[in-house]
């Protein structure tokens, strides 16, 4: 089973990531999409309809991953592999500074 996650810009719904069997991919919300007040979460991901896809996590999505010390006490804490990725972003990206945050898909 694939995991998700849902992709908040300013706590407004802007789409979802998830995995897939050649890698990730991300998918703009259409209510977000549609709205032209809302920007596209990030100058690599302009928004459009198509879905994008990567062999490996997005560059975007795994810089808002900490580093560093925060990302080994939150490794501690969590008990995850520091070679998941993914795992990482949707355990702990719900709070990151910025405008985007990533919510893991509840079990």
Do not use: H
Not at 43 to 63: A, C, I, N, Q
Not at 77 to 93: E, M
Request: glycine share 8%; aromatic share 14%.
């Amino acid at each position: 089973m694939y995991r998700k996650g849902k992709v908040f810009y300013r706590e407004i719904l802007a789409g979802e990531i998830f995995e897939n069997e050649d890698g990730y991919a991300f998918k703009y919300n259409e209510t977000f999409l549609n709205d032209e007040t809302c920007p596209a979460i990030s100058f690599t991901l302009p928004k459009r309809k198509e879905v994008y896809l990567s062999k490996t996590l997005f560059p975007f999505f795994d810089g808002l991953i900490p580093e560093g010390w925060l990302l080994n006490l939150t490794q501690n804490i969590w008990k995850l592999n520091r070679k998941d990725r993914f795992g990482i972003l949707l355990t702990v990206c719900e709070d990151c500074i910025g405008a985007v945050s990533v919510k893991g898909e509840e079990k």
